[in-house]
């Protein structure tokens, strides 16, 4: 079988890792990928939110199963478009995307079928939303509706961190049209996770779980970044807590199904753990990027059943997904300066040496191959995994495997799975 993967950062190249290690796979294609996966997949270079480039390549070159990778192009509608042209694809269609694609109807539809989540308010008027910010003097969560590349979340601890960050959205217009709507809701305390599930209309099959650091310093400090590391399992999340997480994927799904979507692909349910269980501060429509670094190294059955399985709409009944206990922890290597400005363009020496390490994997991100050398070009470089018989084990092996790998201005967290919960929301 043929495959391509569209996006080009950590998560597409731990995907196209897993994959390549299925029997029924000859070939995987990248589009557009990243440097450094060179030994399992071709790139193909077509933009991720392309597309109508994407279907032609996809048409001429006979793909069996297309995997989306970022959220772009599933808001955009890429399922629909490719399985009007016959296309099997991984991935949920346009209306099923909203979840991520737009808050205010995550928050509506959490709201409206008591699904657990912060109490919030969505408003379209900037007045309306500053005269409930006046009235309610809390900490609040100001969310632009739309998507704002991760930027379109902003905690204000008091009235005037509020009132800016309602301006910057809706008068400013900072995110553009993502803040024509934008949604206010109370700040919860807790810990975050990460639950990931595999889903078929009102079918899932929960991934095990995981927890991201998103802050860029250690101990969870300053601004928000798109991830640096994540491991899994995580020991500080209870049964209790993970029934409750499946309960809310189960009425997530069967909210949707009232309304006539049926949700194919991947829905990562990103959950505030907090003294009352656990609740929803976000709904992403794919996988999320560390949280795949972690999670797929620790899956021991084909990743492509699954996939098929949910791509032509079968009975997940009949498909079965296995796992090591063993942990993972996956610390990424990101340029100085990240998530603000960095320079690109040095070279990234060590991959190789790094990847010999009995279990331990080197997923790429930015990286660009120029004149044959392997060199940075973006915030995220790359990250390194790492499964041990215990959490501790697999953390030595990642931070001693990423101790090989060199490029100026490198830049990593030290404490990748020792702090859990946001210092800001202790
Ligand atoms: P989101 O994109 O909605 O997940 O928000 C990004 C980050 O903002 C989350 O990972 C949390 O750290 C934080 N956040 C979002 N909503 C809330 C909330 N209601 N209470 C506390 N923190 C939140
Ligand atoms: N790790 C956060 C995300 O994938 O959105």
Redesign the pocket.
Known sequence: MKALIIGSGGRESALAWKLSQSSKIDKIYMAPGNAGNEHIAERVNISATDIEALISFALNNHIDITIVGPEAPLVKGIVDAFENKGLRIFGPSKQAAQLEGSKAFTKKLLLDHGIPTADGMIYDKYEDALAHISAIKRPVVIKADGLAA?KGVILADNENDAFEALKKIMVDREFGDAGNVVVIEEKLKGFEM?ILALCCGTQFKLLVPSQ?HKPIFEGNKGPNT??MGAYSPVSLFNEEQLKESAGIIEKTLQALSLKGIHYKGILYAGLMVTTTGPKVLEF?VRF????TQAVLPRMTSDILDPILCVAEGKDLSDCHIEWTEKACVSVVAASKGYPGSYKKGYSVRGIEEARKNDDVFVFTAGCETVNGDVVTSGGRVLAVSALGQTFETAREKAYNALEMIHFTDIYYRKDIGLVHGDSKNR
């Open positions: 991760g990460s991201d798109g991830g992403n999320g990027d560390p949280e």
